[in-house]
């Protein structure tokens, strides 16, 4: 079954400091994956997906992701961290049913993050 | 193109009485699916439909949940009697008619029901 990771609840971080939030994925196939943020009493934004092609992943608000196969890993990070980025941020991968034309996602726990001035 | 509707955002019911959730997916958009974020947690698969049709419901409730996409107007996720452990934020998303590959499915902004 697929499944993903974030082994961290909460992350901290100073302002202007790089940030990581880190997510590790269990597929079986092509891993479709995806990264979306939550903020506060707010509905689910979509912030960047790996499909296919360059390991890195170019997303809004100056968010990247870098997948690793041989890690299966799908780490968020952003070079300079801002208090507006502090939110609850998803990981979260393509479940494709046997023998189904469509798609569920299947979202990690969640990784809470605190941008400290 | 406006995007993945949800009504209302906030809902508060007594135990034992209905809620109903509607979603009203973007336009083009011919499937639908329901999530339910509990607190402290993250979003749960319930159920995926199309027009008239239930496709996946593995992840809905067996007793009380019940959720329909007409052929014309919002999908409704219905709960009767409602229950404490019922209070979560629901989601809706859809996506466009299927095709080879990925389907990416937008999101609405949510209903946060709330059981007293």
């Known amino acids: 079954a697929q499944s993903v990771a974030q082994p961290e609840d909460q992350v901290n971080v100073a302002e202007g400091n790089p940030l990581t939030v880190k997510c590790t994925y269990s597929?079986?196939?092509?891993?479709?994956l995806f990264w979306y943020v939550q903020y506060p009493n707010r509905g689910l934004q979509f912030l960047l997906k790996y499909i296919t092609g360059d390991n890195l992943v170019k997303g809004s608000y100056g968010f990247e992701a870098e997948f690793n196969k041989s890690q299966t890993s799908f780490h968020l990070k952003k070079p300079s961290a801002l208090v507006s980025d502090s939110a609850l941020y998803f990981c979260?991968?393509?479940?494709?049913?046997?023998?189904?034309?469509?798609?569920?996602?299947?979202f990690g726990p969640g990784t809470s993050l605190s941008v400290i001035p | 193109n406006a995007g993945v509707m949800q009504n209302p955002r906030h809902l508060v019911r007594r135990r034992g009485q209905e809620a109903r959730l509607r979603c009203s997916p973007m336009?083009?958009?011919?499937?639908v699916y329901w999530y339910r974020q509990l607190p402290e947690e993250g979003l749960k698969f319930m159920v995926y439909l199309q027009k008239e049709n239930i496709i996946d419901e593995s992840g809905m409730p067996k007793e009380r949940f019940s959720a329909e996409f007409p052929k014309e107007g919002p999908s409704i996720l219905r709960i009767q009697q409602v229950v404490r452990g019922d209070s979560a934020a629901y989601f809706c998303?859809?996506?466009?008619?299927?095709?080879?590959?990925?389907?990416?499915?937008?999101f609405g902004p949510g209903t946060r029901l709330t059981v007293l």
């Open positions: 597929v079986s196939g092509n891993p479709y």
């Open positions: 336009k083009g958009h011919s499937h």
């Open positions: 998303a859809s996506s466009p008619r299927l095709a080879g590959g990925y389907n990416e499915q937008f």
């Open positions: 979260a991968v393509r479940d494709k049913p046997a023998s189904a034309s469509y798609d569920k996602v299947i």
